[in-house]
């Protein structure tokens, strides 16, 4: 097995980056790449030449965006093609984009040795294609349905077949072509190479590499597939996806983003949603013609387009080299469809962003993904009402800046401009001047805004020369000062985002414990008798036995949690209450031991009268137990209507919270609310019986401490359970009903 990571594969970051002088390829191929822009090989490219070269079969696990083409590419065009014979390479890619993005890079790579390369795929005319098979081709790049549709035709004649290249395998295997592939592969002469490209090795992908001839493999990424270099974050979704995904945007602002989606109906909808809010936004799905598709991919790579929105298998191939952003709208089923997802971006050396918008379902798929991978995206939350006024005030800022570029001031405006700032009432004499070149604020705002978000990413060709693929660090959050910058597209101006740092970065560094400082020399060193220092090495230890007491002490106070009681329906704050009461009563004097007392003949000793004081009457343990925890009204209901609550302690559900949501959503006067009793799961609230309907209303479907309330008339077994039987309780006349 090969890997590239050894210093044998491919050169260390410490030496200088090969050049394709390394290879011996002939002059046509070298000028082919010479006009390509290409200048230094890729590792995937060192490490492929040779096997392939050689007639081997080989296995490469590699991510998107390496340049896997061109490994498979380059030795093919070079060595393997001969200019005389019909069809000698055939190339499976899983979707359209994909197989005429490959036909075009390959056509590139052989053009000065004559190679004819034909891309056939479902959506185009049969036709032409057939024309082309005709015309000789001698490299095939085709989706498995079509090629397979062109064997059983005859159109295409695999007798000549020296090698097949499986591209994007375990994508295809996903999408459900496991039996197509295997009726191609016996079509095909048994005595042929395989080349079989895939980011991750699945069960079905090990499945294909068994019938493959001792292939070499080539790990390139391992387990973590290259999502590491990203820069992984996620938001926790709170209300509705598209509104979510805006304010999202608004902050994050990525120069350019594709978003996922997991149906189609989804992708339109998400589209338009951007559409309406000024952005620059089309969708592809698998409802689109091929003409449709390729005009929207067109306009993507032209820059037309800021944000594409797609599903997996629309999007599967798609290569959109400026891409700086990954929005996973919907979170993917899989971890392997993550991988995929996020190997979009942060191609050829360039840095990425994924993020991700999550509900309370796709927690699991997130564990998943961090245990199959060790990916741990970072917890962000969704931009506030004051992040996205710092987002407006970032934009007039932008506004007043571009207005001010390519118009030097005079020394003269300089210096009243110091003067103005130096003023006592700068701020206000700074905004009447802003006001008479802005107009009005709230305009200004909105056409700053719509200039951001109008504002396309310009055509970004590849690189010439890769730079050596680097973690991103994640943003500290301080405020947008500036548009966005085009030479960093991970740190986008205006973002908000935790700050990710490690803790002992943020905090000031914690102060040595006393045995750890460094003595300081007294002055008079002078001679120290050793009775002295015995006395002061004995103060010390003392001192740091004190510190790891206190510190062991502490820890165990932080990891205690409290254990489980059998009585856990009391009420906590109640109990916490009767002990804070019972402390604060006087203390009688602890009589001394009775070894210690003076003893007298037990003839002569007084008996002492038996003080008798007069005991506070306690309440009823049922009536303990059912006292409210944090609501010191008392209300008394001559009749009341109980309601069940589905939240209870377990949810943090306190009284305060429910009392506060009637007053507010019901509109119910204080004196209308009774008692309420917070259980373990569920909770018992009393109200007056004309209010009930009110309150029930105002309690169904409000999220409190993350839970949705759902609140009913309660039973009559349910609203005595865990009372005594002779709890007296007002009657409840709504419970015939």
């Known amino acids: 097995m090969t890997d590239p990571s050894t210093p044998s594969a491919a050169p260390s970051a410490a030496e200088p980056k090969p050049t394709f002088d390394v290879l011996p390829l002939n002059a046509e191929v070298r000028k082919a790449i010479d006009e390509m822009g290409y200048s230094h090989p890729t590792p995937v ?52 984009e994909l197989a005429l993005q490959v036909a075009a890079e390959v056509t590139k790579l052989g053009k000065h040795r004559g190679i004819k390369v034909a891309a056939v795929y479902g959506g185009a005319p049969m036709g032409r294609q057939i024309a082309e098979l005709e015309d000789g081709a001698h490299i095939v790049v085709g989706t498995p349905g079509r090629v397979l549709d062109h064997l059983r035709r005859g159109t295409m004649d695999p007798k000549g077949v020296r090698a097949l290249v499986l591209d994007e395998a375990d994508e295809m295997l996903s999408m459900g072509f496991e039996k197509e592939l295997s009726q191609i592969l016996e079509r095909l002469p048994a005595q042929r190479q395989t080349l079989l490209f895939s980011a991750t090795v699945t069960i079905d992908v090990n499945k294909l590499v068994r019938k493959m001839n001792e292939p070499e493999t080539i790990m390139l990424s391992g387990d973590q597939v290259g999502a590491l270099d990203l820069a992984h974050y996620f938001y926790l979704q709170r209300g509705d996806k598209a509104r979510d995904l805006l304010r999202v945007i608004e902050v994050e602002d990525p120069q350019s983003a594709i978003c996922f989606c997991n149906t189609k109906d989804e992708t339109e909808r998400v589209a338009k949603e951007l559409q309406k809010a000024g952005y620059a936004a089309d969708y592809i799905s698998g409802d689109l013609d091929q003409r449709e598709r390729e005009r929207v991919m067109n306009a993507t790579r032209e820059g037309k387009l800021r944000f594409l929105v797609a599903t997996d298998v629309a999007a599967r191939g798609i290569d959109i080299s400026h891409l700086t952003h990954v929005i996973n709208v919907d979170f993917p089923e899989t971890a392997e469809a993550y991988v995929h997802r996020t190997g979009r971006t942060g191609r050829a050396g360039r840095t990425g962003t994924a993020i991700s918008l999550i509900s309370p379902k796709d927690i699991g798929n997130l564990y998943y993904l961090r245990l199959t991978y060790g990916l741990k995206p970072i917890e962000r939350t969704l931009p506030t009402e004051q992040e996205l006024s710092t987002r407006r005030e970032a934009d007039l800022i932008s506004r007043v800046e571009q207005l001010a570029a390519g118009r030097a001031p005079s020394l003269d405006a300089r210096s009243l401009a110091r003067r103005v700032l130096a003023h006592d009432d700068a701020e206000t004499l700074v905004a009447t001047l802003l006001r008479e070149v802005l107009g009005s604020a709230l305009v200004s705002a909105d056409e700053a805004a719509r200039a951001r978000r109008a504002k396309n990413p310009p055509p970004v060709e590849a690189p010439k020369t890769p730079a050596p693929r680097s973690a991103p660090t994640p943003a500290t959050p301080s405020a947008p000062t500036g548009p966005v910058a085009a030479a960093a597209p991970a740190a986008t101006a205006g973002e908000i985002a935790p700050d990710t740092r490690p803790q002992a970065e943020t905090r000031r560094e914690p102060r040595p414990r006393r045995d750890e400082r460094p003595r300081r020399e007294p002055r008079d060193v002078g001679p120290v008798s050793a009775e002295h220092a015995a ?38 704050l109640a109990g916490e209450r009767r002990r804070r ?13 009775r070894e210690e007392r003076p003893r007298e003949p037990r003839e002569e000793r007084p008996r002492e009268p038996r003080e008798e004081r007069p005991r506070e009457p306690r309440e009823p343990r049922e009536a303990r137990r059912e006292r409210p925890e944090d609501d010191n009204r008392v ?26 949501v009637l007053e507010k959503r019901g509109a119910i006067e204080p004196d209308a609310i009774g008692r309420v009793r917070v259980r373990d799961r569920n909770t018992f ?20 401490h993350g839970r949705t309330l759902n609140a009913e008339l309660a039973r009559p077994k349910d609203s005595v359970e865990g009372e005594s039987a002779d709890d007296e309780r007002p009657t409840n006349p709504l419970e015939r009903r």
């Open 685 to 704: 609230l009393d109200v007056r019986p004309d209010v009930v309907d009110r309150a029930i209303a105002a309690l169904k479907g409000v999220v409190v």
């Open 45 to 96: 490219q060192l490490a492929c030449y040779d096997p392939v070269v050689r007639g081997k079969d080989v296995l490469v696990q590699a991510r998107t965006g390496t340049g896997k083409t061109s490994a498979f590419g380059l030795p093919l065009v070079d060595q393997v093609v001969r200019k005389s014979g019909g069809l000698q390479v055939l190339t499976l890619c899983p979707t359209r």
């Open 635 to 660: 209300v008394t209901l001559t009749e009341v209507a109980t309601i069940f609550v589905n939240s209870g302690r377990r949810d943090r559900l306190r009284p305060s919270d429910l009392i506060e």
């Open 581 to 593: 009461e019972a402390e604060m009563r006087p203390r009688e004097p602890e009589p001394r031991p």
């Open 535 to 572: 006395l002061r090495d004995r103060d010390r230890d003392r001192e740091a036995g004190r510190d790891r007491d206190f510190r062991g002490a502490h820890s165990e106070l932080t990891a205690w949690s409290p254990p489980d009681e059998p009585d856990d329906e009391s009420p906590i």
